[in-house]
């Protein structure tokens, strides 16, 4: 089905990308503010590189979609059913949602405080830790999560691998492993942010904390 190709190529894999930049970008914050802002920095140049970015990127996935519908209105090419497709475009529209979502905070963010990784911290800090927000947050990496495992599968398939019924099975279940993993590590990203402790890594954030304290504690 090498049709499909481009159609994958653009949907699924900026996607893909953009979690993947943005985890490495976030995961420093598990050691504390002062590792978030050294390896984090922000700025008004990187705020408009990542805006460009997304940009791109959903312009990919509008034009990706919109080759599937014209070309192949009544086939469900590497899909297993028509449900799956419906399926994958409710969760990539809210997949975006949250992610254009989460660059406007980063720009009000930039507008309160100015480009400083510092006060960014401390404002995802009180953020997050509001009910409603961690739980749009929340929706929203489920709706990534859901996306990633059908969509990784689909392109898979587009490319001839894993397309009998057997192979198609364990396809399935590797892609949603996967795609379950990396929600894990962003889930365990948001609880640092949420709570002030994560599940993964809590220990050097604690040690890093308690550090950070008896210095300036220390006359």
Known sequence: MPSFRSHVALTVWPIAALLALGLSHMWPALRGAPSYAAASPASWLSLVAWTTVVLVFVGAYAHGWSRFALAHEDQVGPY???GCIRLQKLAGGLAWAFIA???IVH?????QAGPVALSHYELLR???SRPVVLGLYVIGLAALGLYLAQGIAASFRAWNIGTRPESSRWLEVGCTLASAIVMLMALNLLSHFATGRAYWFSSASAASS????ADGGTP
Not at 107 to 111: A, D, G, I, L, S
Not at 210 to 213: C, F, L, P, Q, Y
């Open 107 to 111: 720009w009000v963010m930039t507008f």
């Open 126 to 128: 009180g953020l997050l």
């Open 101 to 103: 979502g989460n660059l």
């Open 80 to 82: 297993r059913s028509s």
């Open 210 to 213: 308690v550090a950070s304290s």
